[in-house]
């Protein structure tokens, strides 16, 4: 496919990221990813533009969120389109962090208690749950 053909808007190259993205399985991999994939200061733009969009949804003010993330107000602006435009990727993304934040850790599995072998059949469970969405 040619790279400016669109799919239903959607380049196969943009869906095989989405789904690169959709097959790490915890902060260690996307670090890892996120680390050849993207700049540090790729990284640091990214994390802002999250960041930008937390405390819009808190609440907070452009000046404020300018001073605390260093954002420019056009950064700020277009986030801000964005948390309340009709794709509603930050939004989703917020509510999930919220809804993990609210979660009892207790029946989370931490990864980094296991050995190596229960580790790796808990992440091949995860996938198998994943290949059957």
Do not use: H, Q, W
């Amino acid at each position: 496919m040619n790279k400016n053909e669109k799919t239903n808007g959607t380049s196969e190259e943009t869906v095989r990221l989405a789904k690169a993205f959709l097959s790490l399985s915890d902060i260690d991999e996307c670090t890892a990813f996120f680390g050849d994939l993207f700049t540090v200061k790729e990284i640091e733009e990214l994390s802002s533009r999250l960041e930008v969009a937390r405390l819009l949804k808190s609440g907070v003010n452009y000046i404020e969120i300018a001073a605390k993330t260093g954002a420019s107000t056009a950064t700020i602006s277009r986030v801000s389109k964005c948390l309340s435009g009709a794709r509603g990727g930050y939004r989703m993304v917020l509510s999930r962090a919220e809804e993990s934040d609210e979660k009892p850790s207790e029946n989370c599995i931490r990864v980094d208690s296991l050995t190596p072998d229960e580790a790796a059949a808990v992440r091949a469970v995860i996938a198998c749950f994943r290949a059957k969405k």
